[in-house]
């Protein structure tokens, strides 16, 4: 059994990350997963969240908001619309989030089909805050 | 024919246009090295992302309770162009281009009975199809204070294109604008993003064996609006790359034609300035012989 397999986290604007790792600790919509080596074939949407890797190099985090992670055969790719590492973000960085949550939450009160998603959206952001005790 | 004064004055004028065409061509062989950086780096993520909804879709995409995104809202009366142009002119053909492919499209359009809609991303291209098209302008998203396209950028646009959608004001998207090949050569280019097609990317043959978390309608429903940004995302960097690909040729050409006009003036001004000086030899000549 292979103890490494290959990693890449992506964002739009840039590729952040591609390494081998030994497990990633990933946030899912449906709940946090960690995935490792010959994991089975997954496909899973994100909350806002962070993202956990360890590797022979040792462990780094990231903060992720929406996309999703493709677990392959031997290979994970995070697809992340914004990803940050950790040690960057600062308590005005979240603030900005939330605020941006709480934006399209208040929009969505017009439509009431996506409500519950931009709530949910807000609370995972303000829970996020508060994880992080920034 | 002109005096020397008015020569002289005439090539100086050129001279300082040449400074400036050099100097813009430098400023965007900068930028477009940037611009591609840029078109570059956001590339992984388009990939995987498109092959993963190409997966996706296929094996969804077939039922009923597809998103509407996808699926379409079964009718293609209503048609959205957006056109995406630059905020600036001086790039040759660049604004001219896309502006006729939009144009043309929409009269074809036309003649076969539809609706067409006009939403414009750049000022250029708004000012070049308004005389055609002012009437079906529905909206107009200005990037003119933006220095550094990010993400966000095609967010909003996302956001704007998808608030439409949902009320209903269009069936068909279509995004407009030029695909970079190299310096000399983009290519105008019409993409339907609404509903999605992926029929040019190849998926993935084995993502059937995908485990969904949730389900996979409930993946698709969330990523198509995503897929919408970053279709736009992609385009708006391919147009950037483009613009200052484009403005580098035409300003090189700038530069090499007033380097040439500067040659044919300088001519000219030694041979009036040759003739001043014969003519007056030959005064003087004749007047020391009639003495």
Do not use: W
């Amino acid at each position: 059994m292979a103890d490494t397999m290959q990693f890449d986290l992506v964002s739009p604007e840039r590729s952040l990350a591609s390494l081998q790792v030994s497990a990633v600790q990933i946030p899912g919509a449906d709940g946090d997963m960690t995935a490792m080596p010959d994991h089975a074939p997954t496909i899973t949407t994100l909350r806002p969240g962070i993202l956990r890797i360890e590797g022979p190099e040792g462990s780094s985090e990231y903060l992720v908001t929406g996309g999703f992670a493709e677990i392959g055969a031997g290979s994970l790719s995070v697809l992340a619309e914004k990803a940050t590492p950790v040690s960057e973000v600062t308590r005005a960085h979240i603030d900005e989030l939330i605020a941006e949550a709480r934006a399209s939450h208040e929009a969505a009160q017009a439509h009431p089909s996506i409500v519950d998603e931009a709530a949910k959206l807000l609370a995972d952001m303000e829970a996020l805050g508060t994880h992080m005790s920034l | 024919m002109p005096s020397l004064k008015d020569l002289k004055n005439r090539i100086e004028s050129v001279k300082s246009t040449r400074k400036i065409t050099k100097a813009m061509q430098m400023v965007a062989a900068a930028k477009l090295r940037r611009a591609q950086e840029a078109a570059e780096a956001s590339r992984p993520y388009t990939a995987r992302f498109n092959a993963v909804m190409a997966g996706l879709a296929a094996s969804v995409g077939g039922s009923d309770s597809a998103p509407k995104l996808l699926r379409g809202t079964g009718s293609d009366q209503v048609h959205l162009l957006v056109v995406m142009t630059a905020e600036r002119g001086l790039c040759g053909g660049f604004n001219g281009n896309i502006s006729k492919l939009a144009r043309a499209k929409a009269a074809e359009l036309q003649a076969q009975g539809k609706t067409v809609k006009v939403l414009t991303v750049g000022k250029k291209g708004r000012d070049a199809i308004k005389r055609d098209l002012g009437e079906y302008f529905v909206g107009h998203v200005d990037l003119s204070e933006v220095k550094r396209l990010g993400y966000s950028n095609a967010q909003d646009i996302a956001k704007d294109i998808l608030a439409r959608f949902d009320a209903e004001e269009f069936d068909v998207a279509t995004i407009f604008y030029a695909k970079f090949v190299n310096v000399v050569t983009q290519i105008p280019t019409a993409q339907q993003i609404i509903p999605a097609s992926f029929d040019e990317v190849e998926g993935d043959g084995d993502t059937a064996l995908y485990d969904y978390e949730p389900s996979e309608e409930a993946i698709l429903a969330d990523l198509l609006p995503r897929g919408v940004a970053t279709q736009i995302f992609s385009a708006l960097l391919e147009n950037g790359a483009s613009e200052q690909g484009a403005r580098m040729s035409a300003m090189d050409n700038a530069t090499r034609n007033a380097g040439e006009m500067i040659d044919k003036l300088t001519i000219q001004f030694n041979r009036s300035r040759q003739a001043v000086i014969t003519n007056e030899l030959i005064e003087i000549i004749s007047g020391a012989e009639a003495l």
